[in-house]
DNA sequence: CGTTGTGTTGATATTAATCAACAAGTGTGG
DNA sequence: CCACACTTGTTGATTAATATCAACACAACG
């Protein structure tokens, strides 16, 4: 592990710097952490940051541990998770590049967090950074935002896992997925798009709240509908957005 | 709609003054909206602060429209829901005493609100709010607060949602239910508790993701088999704390 | 070239939903 | 005051959705 390199961008208003953290290891960036901070302040935060490096599988959060750190993902996709004693899991979300881990935790982390591919982050000592913090109320109010974003997503997957059937939780997923897929122009509903899922069946189970073969099935359904094309198993393509933006809804 | 009056407590520690809002309508205190105020803060807070109050059934909070407000509970208990099309609907969440309803909203509402019971609260409007809180860091420290815990109670919920069965399901929601009744000298785990539930069967199934026919039946066997009792619908009696508490987290 | 992990599909079991009936409590109007 | 409608909660019978158990195809890998 090297050090952090941050990298001060054109100001996007006068008198406001944004804030780009990121290691000279994996190359990657994170843009997202504050974006009205002075220089000075910059530099104090990437001085505490610690790059690190995660293989498939890894677990780099274990649930109920004391909450040390704080965690921002520069590449790849973590899951999150929560257990019971007999190994029932559930995936209360997907993070990747950008996410903040560790916000919501007074004391003990309230989930567990493992990498789906190869996962780059940056660490940050939780005690430390709270004072860094204490002195910038605009990075506390991000936060606030994310947080508060991280709240509405929750709140739209209990709808999900208490309400939905299999066809409209696989039809949420998608859509959710495919907002995330990084658009051309920004077009909020293109005619075919294409989903990436870096995750297997067994984590899209376990995030929907269904079992893998239930997944795999209703998958099957609706690429023999011509809903849904699957070149394979990690890439969707959706042949009808709007069919699946309804189904998600619940107006199928 | 009186006019609201605040209450200036005696100072915890020197120089930091505790915050009461309340009307005089109602005559209900909320002490939990920020902790170290100073008392000429308390009173421009009190000024823009609007005491309400909402009949069982009435909603106050619709989902979609534009986030204009932002709440904090005096008395009773709303839920909170989100809703399909077709009328399928998950309450998120009771608030009760204290709570702050409106956080987590960058614009519209992301669920709407009802009382469940008579609801007492005051109102804010969400801008002149907003403006307050940038010079209050505190302030903005214990909203932050605020939505974290919320969050940890949503992943938590998640875990219920798509992963336990009816049973553990009524369980957890006992035991939760049980941790918000106040407990003398604060007990954690009593012989046997009292439960008020002022919500009908109806939010506990909308809550839980069941339907109330099995939220009956499910209590209906807790009860013959002598883990609680039902005086009546709106009170359950926890006759064996510990092995409920187990049920809830899938030990059983 | 066997082994292992992942995804798919089929047959069956199980849980909870749905449909239905009814009891008890509540409010209304005559 | 009673008759009535209406709501809420409970319980029973049946159905539907998804879980479970099982088999197998396929790719990755030593």
Redesign the pocket.
């Known amino acids: 592990m090297r050090d952090i390199r941050e990298t001060a961008m054109r100001p996007a208003q006068p008198g406001a710097m944004r804030l780009e953290t990121g290691c000279d290891q994996c190359g990657a960036r994170a843009s997202n952490v504050c974006s009205t901070l002075a220089f000075k302040d910059l530099d104090r935060l990437a001085r505490i940051a610690e790059p690190m490096i995660f293989a498939p599988g890894q677990s780099f959060i274990r649930e109920s541990s004391p909450a040390e750190h704080f965690f921002n993902i520069t590449s790849g996709t973590a899951r999150l998770f929560k257990m019971l004693a007999d190994g029932r899991q559930q995936i209360t979300g997907f993070a990747g590049e950008g996410h903040f881990l560790g916000l919501a935790v007074p004391t003990a982390y309230a989930y567990g967090a493992e990498a789906v591919d190869t996962v780059r982050l940056c660490r940050y000592p939780r005690q430390r950074l709270m004072r860094l913090l204490a002195e910038f109320p605009a990075m506390e109010r991000r936060m606030l935002e994310e947080v508060s974003n991280e709240l509405v997503a929750a709140q739209e997957q209990m709808l999900l896992l208490g309400r939905k059937?299999?066809?409209e939780r696989i039809a949420s997923f998608l859509v959710r997925r495919m907002a995330i897929t990084p658009l051309r122009h920004g077009v909020a509903l293109p005619r075919i798009a294409m989903v990436r899922l870096p995750m297997?069946?067994?984590d899209i189970g376990d995030y929907l709240?269904?079992?893998?073969?239930?997944?795999?099935?209703t998958?099957?359904t609706m690429k023999r509908e011509g809903m849904i094309a699957?070149p394979d198993?990690?890439r969707i393509v959706i042949q009808r957005p709007a069919a699946l933006l309804a189904l998600a809804n619940g107006l199928a």
């Open positions: 059937n299999a066809r297997a069946r067994r709240g269904m079992t893998i073969e239930t997944v795999s099935r998958l099957g699957i198993p990690a």
